[in-house]
């Protein structure tokens, strides 16, 4: 049965068969007509705080300013790589 929220009661027996544990966040996928239900792989908390802090000359810069400079580091980073490469 629906609650008027919308929830749920996950069956025990699907619980055990996803090794779902309370608080657990799952993520549903509709295919064919069907919905599936399954472990969600990321969440928005499993992945808090894996990127690190952009360090201080970074901050206060546009979205635009630190796209550019990623580039030029990355470009820089493969110019290393492909070095290295040719002189090993």
């Known amino acids: ?3 008027k929220r919308g929830q749920v009661t996950v069956p ?6 996803l090794g779902l544990k309370p608080r657990d966040q ?3 996928t509709i295919q064919d007509g069907r ?6 792989k990321y969440t928005l908390e499993s992945v808090y ?3 690190p802090a952009l360090p201080e000359p970074l901050r206060g810069l546009s979205d ?10 990355h470009v820089e ?12």
């Open 1 to 3: 049965t629906m609650t």
């Open 12 to 17: 025990a027996e699907v619980r055990r068969l």
């Open 26 to 28: 799952v993520e549903f």
């Open 35 to 40: 919905v599936e239900i399954r472990p969600a």
């Open 49 to 51: 705080q894996s990127v």
């Open 64 to 73: 635009k300013e630190i796209a550019r400079i990623a580039i030029e580091d």
């Open 77 to 88: 980073q493969v110019v290393r790589r492909g070095r290295k490469r040719e002189a090993g």
